[in-house]
DNA sequence: TTGTAAGCGTTATCAG
DNA sequence: CTGATAACGCTTACAA
């Protein structure tokens, strides 16, 4: 690979001219140099390292996105918007799939740093149980001396911008959209039980449901997966009689309690109507009603502060409940 | 942060001999000595600079996976074998989203060329039609004389180690499947047309129609989402007389397929039955018959590749029909 | 406008 | 076994 100082010998100037004129640098430079450099560089295809530059600027256009689970849509799309953000102006995105392990983040979190990321995104909630916390805090910290920007998209237990949706509001405007269409006996199956997120689901359900004078009491152990979603209709089947409605922790817990109710005869949303949240693609698969969150936005937003080192106005975007037809009004 | 030199300083040794106890190197240094050095990079809390040690050992523990679409989960399971494997050797994952666009591919290649990548995944199928490809080519080559290691998971036309699944065999089977159910008017739902793998699929298709010595002439224009799979139905609602049966390019469209089939009042699988390609996780959540790809291994392989520098045997991988809901055998 | 030279934080080559 | 010292490829004062 040709080199600055191959351009440099060839261009017949010194490096330095030579990194002016390929770098941007406001630096002046006579227009002659300037194109015997250029065409230096075209004859001998040069591209700069961008390692050695990161090196002695202290930055490297690299930003981290730290995600629980990159298979599932909700964080696919996230990425996206930093992505999309992150390219336009030459950083590159790294994503890393933690797995749901603290200590992946970590390790994530430590590679970043030896690599000078100019961002860290976590897109996932934090367990606020964990023990490997202290040590990712820790690790968090050195990333940020380094000079990382941190953006937290869910809550977390270490500082850096939070940025994202009232995950509260978010249970609670789908809970009283199944109110609002008759039902009076509904059932919540919660995620992850580690996750600050499925506490303010679980949280918001219950806010709508006390508000309405109604039995928040029926809450079923679950997850943000599809099998989670199925164990929890094959308890509620079990249960006695079946709720009215059901809100999911997520699309997926939603899709798998449709699947689990119909696979034993149940009619959704005849006998029974269900709700999930996030709208991701798999949603729409199944017409599913769910809120729509601002995934995508959140992303973008979160690369623009590390970039731009943008403030981040509002911290708390908007959602929507999407109605569609996996909930119905009740009848009888 | 602290550096090389402040480790050194501290423990009163060279900085090379502090590289050396630092960096498992073979080089000989005495337990004192060592155990010096260990000790004042804990109390520093020493962290290498990846970035430096890149630039001088000229490898930079990045693994480049370029995507078609970071939202579909074909792309995501393939990640994650990459990661899963790439994370155990310390290396470092880039998951770059090309969106579909030649461009693109060309603009993260070169990136990745700049960071001096230890190797590219390219997960998803070439052009062959798209201009951009000469110059995606140089790139990639480029990316070559740097010491990166090139997979691709699909069809390309660039060098580089091919390792897949046999598309052809994958759409013929399925085909062969549903033949085997008794159905006779058999459609397929083309995917993207510029795509290898869209061809190799409905090749797959014609074979296994014409070994039958059926019509192969059924082909629905269509693409790799939910909305040409609807599209897909929609036309085919409109052509005439309904097939027993369908072949989608993929699981999405294939979905989106049964969804514009049922929203016409058409059942699925009791009057045509549906078929999908790759058994990503949305298939579970529709019950939908479909091809499994070993996705994840195909990820892990060409990780191992690149690190090891393993030969990967086989190239190519072995795929299995799924039988699920969304078919039916004949009837009538 | 151009050039010199001092780093950035490592690893690697050679002497000691 | 240990230590200077020269790279790696680039940016950036500081000089000229």
Redesign the interface.
């Known amino acids: ?1 040709a080199s600055l100082a191959d351009i440099s010998r060839r261009a017949g100037t010194s490096v330095a001219t030579a990194s002016r004129v390929l770098n941007g640098s406001t630096h002046p430079v006579s227009e002659a140099t300037r194109a015997r450099v250029m065409e230096a560089a075209a004859d001998l ?1 040069y ?6 530059r ?2 002695v600027t202290r930055s ?1 256009r ?1 930003i981290g996105v730290i995600v629980n689970d ?2 599932d ?1 909700y964080f ?2 996230i ?2 918007g930093v ?1 999309d953000v992150a ?1 336009r102006s ?1 950083h ?6 933690a797995d749901h392990r603290v200590e ?1 983040e970590s ?2 979190v ?7 990321a100019e961002g860290l995104v976590f897109a996932g909630s934090g367990a606020p149980g964990d023990e490997a916390n202290a040590q990712l805090a820790q690790d968090v910290e ?1 990333a940020r ?2 000079g990382g920007r941190v953006v937290c998209l869910a809550q977390r237990d270490f500082p850096g911008l939070h940025l994202g949706v009232d995950n509260v509001a978010v249970a609670r405007d789908v809970t009283e959209h199944l109110i609002g269409l008759g039902h009076r006996r509904i059932a919540a199956v919660e995620g992850p039980p580690e996750l600050y997120t499925s506490a303010d689901r679980l949280a918001g359900f219950r806010v709508a449901m006390t508000a309405a004078g109604l039995d928040a009491g029926l809450v079923f152990a679950g997850g943000f997966d ?1 099998e989670a979603g199925q164990a929890a209709a094959r308890r509620m089947l079990d249960a006695g009689p079946l709720p009215d409605a059901v809100v999911g922790a997520n699309d ?1 817990a939603a ?1 798998g309690v449709i ?1 689990g109710l119909r696979q034993a005869g149940v009619d959704v949303p005849g006998d029974v109507s269900v709700a999930g949240i996030d709208d991701t ?2 949603a ?4 599913l009603t769910t809120v729509s969150l601002p995934l995508y936005d959140l992303g973008a937003a979160a690369a623009r502060h590390i970039i731009e080192g943008a403030p981040a106005d509002p911290l708390t975007l908007a959602h929507r409940v999407v109605p569609r037809g996996s909930t119905a009004r009740r009848v009888g």
Chains 1, 2 share one sequence.
């Not at 590159?92 to 799939?97: P, W």
């Not at 729409?284 to 017409?287: A, E, G, S, T, Y």
């Open positions: 690979m295809g591209q700069p390292s961008a390692l050695a990161a090196l490297s690299i990159i298979v849509p696919a799309e990425a996206r992505e390219g030459g590159l995105v790294m994503v890393c799939n992946a390790k994530y430590r590679a970043l740093r030896d690599y000078h050195a001396t380094r599809f997926e899709i699947t693609r798999p729409r698969f199944v017409d």
